[in-house]
């Protein structure tokens, strides 16, 4: 079982340029998951999908948005990066609000 | 809202010695709880969850951790820990309740097990 899959594993931006983080869970979860891991704060929600058809803003939306494209894929969008969106990126997905976050190999992103 | 509080970034521990990594919690409501542990380079894989019932929680690679709701904490101990235990640790919650559905982690602690 492939899990959760994040395309593409690493990429490095200009600031200013825009780019699609992609996200895909073939596990027919409901709940779907943006993080941003930084050192020494742990992972920080950007936006999630709690079902197909809605997003909600976590702790840290502004500069990105997301789409919840289906109940299988939930892509976040860099409109124009910024340095300091330098981060590695996680998805998760989970089935239901009492289940644990199932979570990809994440997206090591840098902007110059 | 709700918030986790992971107050060791760091710990370092003897191979074969005991630890106890500390997690504290803040809702308003009644919560879930879960211990993920994450290995360089990788995503991060659950290690345990508490959702109800018997506040003493087994996970996997002999790890448990204890609810304690007067005191808000949900600690992860394992009395005997390896090298392969070096990673780090982030204490997670969410909640049953619509507008709950967020997942909150911790900052995080590196174990750092020593020969």
């Known amino acids: 079982n492939a899990g959760v899959t994040q395309t593409p594993k690493f990429q490095v931006l200009k600031t200013g340029q825009s780019m699609t983080l992609q996200c895909a869970q073939d596990?027919?979860?409901?709940?779907m998951y943006w993080y941003r891991q930084d050192p020494g704060m742990g992972l920080r929600l950007i936006y999630y999908s709690a079902s197909e058809g809605t997003t909600d803003k976590g702790e840290v939306p502004n500069g990105y948005n997301v789409s919840r494209l289906n109940k299988r894929e939930f892509s976040l969008r860099l409109e124009s990066a910024a340095p300091s969106q330098t981060s590695v990126y996680f998805c998760a997905s989970r089935d239901s609000i009492n289940s644990p976050l199932h979570f990809g190999n994440g997206t090591r992103l840098t902007v110059t | 809202a709700q918030s986790v509080t992971q107050l060791d970034s760091q710990v370092p521990v003897f191979e074969e010695a005991p630890v106890e990594l500390r997690c504290n919690y803040s809702?308003?409501?009644?919560?879930?709880l879960f211990w993920y542990v994450q290995y360089p380079n990788q995503g991060l894989q659950l290690l345990l969850k508490?959702?109800?019932?018997?506040?003493l929680v087994k996970g996997i690679n002999g790890f448990e951790a204890e609810f304690n709701k007067s005191q808000t904490s949900f600690h992860l101990r394992k009395p005997s820990v390896h090298i392969s235990d070096t990673a780090e640790y982030f204490c997670?919650?969410?909640?049953?309740?619509?507008?709950?559905?967020?997942?909150?982690f911790g900052t995080g602690t590196k174990l750092q097990v020593i020969p």
């Open positions: 809702s308003s409501v009644s919560v879930y």
């Open positions: 596990m027919n979860h409901n709940s």
């Open positions: 997670a919650v969410s909640g049953p309740l619509r507008g709950y559905q967020k997942v909150t």
């Open positions: 508490y959702l109800s019932g018997s506040t």
